[in-house]
T-cell receptor, first 115, second 117 residues
Framework: DTAVSQTPKYLVTQMGNDKSIKCEQN?????MYWYKQDSKKFLKIMFS???????INETVPNRFSPKSPDKAHLNLHINSLELGDSAVYFC??????????????FGEGSRLTVL | AQKITQTQPGMFVQEKEAVTLDCTYD???????LFWYKQPSSGEMIFLIY??????QNATEGRYSLNFQKARKSANLVISASQLGDSAMYFC??????????????FGPGTSLSVIP
């Protein structure tokens, strides 16, 4: 079973379109994240959710709207896509407990190409 | 300001040799965690090793060890006996605000390691 799964793995779309990426984790983690990896491989945190509550929004444009229906799912909807949105989007999860390291478990990434 | 610095954009190492990948960080939090992740050309992110800010001993996981120098704010990754499969991007990362509501993991720019046969 895949621990953190994202769909779709690839999206190719035109500028101005709207698209969504879905993420699910079956690890029982309480915190989920979206990261963006640009063409230079730089990984930047976008959002984090803890138990369905938005915790971090790293000055991401309003066109990006995350949604967490429950603590196992975190979706990302992007409106009015721009060329600069082309990137690999990673979903990740972790567990906040005193005794664990809290490392991130990543999904396989969703490669978005905006034409 | 860059909180995680990896000064080596690219590195080469001979197979079976050891290699050190540098990482320095900046934080004012007394409690933080440091991670290394590997990203092969296939794209997945693989967790390698963790060091807590209060850990007395340097972390080790198989061929990976973390050279943690707290006063210098450095957390270098040492890979012993390099293998061809070690060729990948390596990211140093730091968790700040651990156990608070604002905790997050931020990543350095990465080092591309190539292992030469």
């Amino acid at each position: 079973d895949t621990a953190v799964s994202q769909t779709p793995k690839y999206l190719v779309t035109q500028m101005g379109n709207d698209k969504s990426i879905k993420c699910e984790q079956n690890l029982g983690h309480d915190t989920m994240y979206w990261y963006k990896q640009d063409s230079k491989k730089f990984l930047k945190i976008m959002f984090s959710y803890n138990n369905k509550e938005l915790i971090i929004n790293e000055t991401v444009p309003n066109r990006f709207s995350p949604k967490s229906p429950d603590k196992a799912h975190l979706n990302l909807h992007i409106n009015s896509l721009e060329l600069g949105d082309s990137a690999v989007y990673f979903c990740a999860s972790s567990l906040k407990r005193v005794s664990n390291t809290g490392e991130l478990f990543f999904g396989e990434g969703s490669r978005l190409t905006v034409l | 300001a860059q909180k995680i610095t990896q000064t080596q954009p690219g590195m080469f190492v001979q197979e079976k040799e050891a290699v050190t990948l540098d990482c320095t960080y900046d934080t004012s939090d007394p409690s933080y965690g440091l991670f290394w992740y590997k990203q092969p050309s296939s794209g997945e992110m693989i967790f390698l090793i963790y060091q807590g800010s209060y850990d007395q001993q340097n972390a080790t996981e198989g061929r990976y060890s973390l050279n943690f120098q707290k006063a210098r704010k450095s957390a270098n990754l040492v890979i012993s006996a390099s293998q061809l499969g070690d060729s990948a991007m390596y990211f140093c990362a730091m968790r700040e605000g651990w156990k608070t509501s604002y905790d997050k993991v931020i990543f350095g720019p990465g080092t591309s390691l190539s292992v030469i046969p």
